[in-house]
């Protein structure tokens, strides 16, 4: 996966690696020009480093949740273990 | 990708929306009722809508030389269905509307149409298709996520040249556009789908137990030809 991702760079040296929503944009543009969008968002955030920050916000707000969660699955599964281990230890001495 | 918002001229916005809203509406009346039925699914609806989240934020660069983004939606397809996947897709969606000026809310019905619809239902059949061919559970999550995104980023490409003719008409706008989107995204697709099997092995070795008690088409199965259409109670 590394590999997938860092190719881009080796093959393409001198690529801009704009966005493909931004190269969207540019292509309606040839297409039809003189197009403008008829609104605008209601927000936008004032740099592009501000928007990779609040990119990594929204990454990291999900990475939280799936770790929560993952969490709570290993702990679940490490209470049955447990359970069924002293389950089959008291079966066996009788207790 | 998310068409942004302005993009989409009337009346092509609300077409879209009006595509959209039904299968939404009907996505929500499933996970609620799934919800109810199974309390113990929230945590797995909540990892399958992070997994969106998270995978929907990252910028990728790819090696045509620009940026995209994957859509994440293979795992909650599997697990859920299309229906469920859209109403995650779209929580999504209004998040990036609202806080990053990512896709916007006039054309998110038209978003919503390509990453939480069509990708999926796509998605889906590629699953079943795998089923019945008897592949196993890994690679068929790989295939049922790269092609549903790849897929998602098709019709987005479809969606604008539909709107977007120019001189060449709409086949000649059609390949423009998935020049930019479809080819960029390839090996975006690969990656999303190898990063799927990972969650997908996780949460069948953790919860396979429970997938099975709602018939969701992630779960191990004894049977080559599993139900067809039945994943919830």
Redesign the interface.
């Known amino acids: 996966m590394v590999v997938l991702f860092v190719a881009p760079f080796a093959l393409n040296p001198g690529a801009s690696y704009s966005g493909s929503d931004d190269q969207g944009g540019e292509l309606i543009e040839q297409i039809q020009t003189g197009y403008k969008p008829w609104i605008q968002p209601w927000w936008q955030p004032p740099s592009s480093e501000i928007q990779s920050l609040l990119f990594s916000v929204q990454a990291a707000l999900g990475a939280l949740i799936i770790g929560y969660y993952i969490g709570v699955f290993k702990a679940g599964s490490g209470v049955m273990k447990a359970d069924s281990k002293s389950k089959s230890q008291s079966e066996a001495t009788g207790t | 990708?998310?068409?942004?918002?302005?993009?989409l001229?009337?009346p092509w916005w609300e077409i879209w929306w009006a595509i959209a809203i039904p299968p939404v509406a009907y996505g929500i009346y499933k996970t609620t009722k799934l919800a109810k039925a199974y309390p113990e699914t929230k945590?797995?609806l909540?990892?399958a809508?992070?997994?969106?989240?998270?995978?929907?934020?990252?910028?990728?660069?790819?090696?045509?030389?620009?940026?995209?983004h994957p859509t994440g939606t293979g795992i909650a397809v599997v697990l859920f269905g299309p229906w469920i996947t859209s109403v995650l897709s779209i929580i999504v969606l209004v998040?990036?509307?609202?806080?990053?000026?990512?896709g916007?809310?006039?054309t998110m019905g038209a978003n919503d149409f390509s990453m939480g619809i069509a990708g999926p239902i796509l998605g889906y059949l590629v699953w079943r298709a795998c089923k019945i061919a008897g592949t196993r559970g890994s690679i068929s999550m790989f295939l049922t996520a790269a092609l549903a995104d790849l897929f998602t980023y098709v019709i987005?490409g479809i969606q604008?040249a539909i709107v977007?003719?120019?001189a060449g008409g709409f086949m000649d706008?059609l390949l423009?556009?998935e020049a930019?989107?479809a080819v960029?995204?390839i090996?975006l697709s690969?990656?999303e789908g190898?990063?799927s099997v990972l969650?997908y092995d996780?949460l069948v070795k953790?919860?396979g137990d429970l997938l099975k008690q709602i018939r969701s088409i992630a779960a191990p199965t004894e049977t080559v030809m599993p139900r067809l259409g039945g994943e919830t109670r």
Do not use: D, N, W
Request: glycine share 10%; proline share 6%.
């Open positions: 990708m998310h068409i942004m918002e302005g993009f001229p009337s945590p797995l909540a990892i809508g992070a997994f969106i989240l998270v995978l929907s934020s990252l910028k990728l660069p790819s090696v045509t030389g620009s940026c995209s998040f990036q509307a609202t806080f990053l000026a990512h916007g809310f006039t987005t604008l977007f003719q120019g706008s423009k556009f930019v989107y960029t995204q090996p690969i990656g190898i990063l969650m996780f953790y919860r």
